[in-house]
């Protein structure tokens, strides 16, 4: 499921995407490697200006100790987004038709009803 941030603070925030909680929340890594001898992972971070809402960010973020800290402060605002269902294919409905070439609903005339009487007319 994914989510969206809207910083409500005056300033504003970052958030380190530390590898110990974001990337375990998620299951996977998405920390940047340096190459070279010595390959270091650096974590990613995510910058909200004041106002700002993020894209939609996948809910492991609600894991970072800090985002979480920062929703009860009402420093961020949080919006699940919830995928929307595969709409079911609706049938088109059967056209009527005629058993018989002399049968046509045209030629059928209804019975013509009576007119009713109004009160104290004769």
């Not at 960010?57 to 009860?72: E, F, Q």
Request: hydrophobic share 35%; charged share 25%.
């Amino acid at each position: 499921m994914t989510v969206s941030l809207t910083n409500t603070s005056g300033r504003c925030l970052v958030f380190v995407l530390a590898h110990e909680t974001y990337c375990k929340a998620l299951g996977e890594c998405l920390c940047d490697v340096e190459q070279g001898r010595r390959a270091r992972r650096t974590a990613r971070s995510l910058t909200l200006a004041s106002g700002v809402t993020s894209p939609a960010l996948d809910d492991a973020v609600l894991a970072i100790p800090d985002v979480v800290r920062a929703v009860k402060r009402g420093d961020l605002a949080v919006k699940r987004h919830v995928p929307e269902l595969p709409k079911a294919a609706v049938a088109p409905t059967p056209t009527p038709t005629t058993t018989s070439p002399e049968v046509s609903r045209t030629d059928v005339k209804a019975p013509e009803a009576k007119k009713k009487n109004k009160r104290g007319a004769s």
